[in-house]
């Protein structure tokens, strides 16, 4: 009878001790991170949102239904549009042509006006040019230094007016009505009729403008 109490405690032992496993492999059962928290937080927001959308109604397009008179009424709203369209494009159009043609013919008057004011200043230093050469003829051989200084003068003055475009008119030349004035006529032995016997004043030209004709004596 005294053996049975310590079998008995040993067995409450092994219970215990069984009860003791259970409950610790179960904590660790339940034990979960915060890592699968959050992963398992989301699956199910992924899931609630896919269902969401299952469930949400599809919108279908609204119709309408139009009378007779009010298709025709919109019909000819819309005509009227594509029309008033249409006239302002071409009004568009209209302007833009005018305006580069207003613009390419402004262009052209302003070079017009350059090149016809070049001319007219050119045309004002000429007398001045020819009284440089008279003055050249008029110096006496004893008066080389005087001669030499002038020659300078009227070599930079010829110099600049080139290239304004100024052009010494040819008259080694028949008679041309164009470019010549004849003021003279007489007969040159070894001259033909109408050939240039003397030049008595220079002429000068700017590309296709005559800026003073060349006066000239012709043979007869």
């Not at 369209?85 to 402004?106: P, S």
């Amino acid at each position: 009878m005294n053996f049975k109490s310590p079998r008995n405690a040993e067995g409450e032992t092994a219970t215990l001790t069984k009860k003791t496993d259970k409950t610790e492999s179960r904590t660790k059962e339940e034990t979960v991170t915060p890592e699968q928290q959050n992963s398992q937080s989301q699956a199910d927001q992924t899931a609630e949102a896919v269902v969401a959308e299952e469930g949400a109604p599809v919108s279908e397009p609204e119709t309408y239904t139009l009378t007779a008179e009010e298709f025709a009424a919109a019909k000819a709203h819309i005509e009227s549009l594509q029309k008033e369209k249409e006239e302002t494009v071409n009004l568009m159009q209209r302007v833009q042509a005018d305006f580069d043609n207003f613009r390419r013919r402004n262009a052209s008057v302003r070079l017009d006006s350059y090149e016809e004011g070049k001319r007219d200043a050119v045309k004002e230093l000429l007398p001045a040019l020819d009284s440089l050469e008279r003055a050249l003829d008029s110096i006496p051989s004893e008066g080389a230094i005087w001669r030499d200084g002038i020659v300078l003068v009227q070599r930079q003055m010829m110099d600049a007016l080139k290239k304004l475009g100024l052009e010494e008119i040819e008259s080694d030349c028949k008679f041309d009505p164009v470019m010549h004035e004849a003021v003279m006529r007489e007969k040159a032995d070894g001259k033909e009729s109408g050939e240039i016997v003397v030049v008595l004043q220079k002429g000068y030209r700017m590309g296709d403008k005559i800026i003073r004709h060349c006066m000239v004596k012709v043979a007869e």
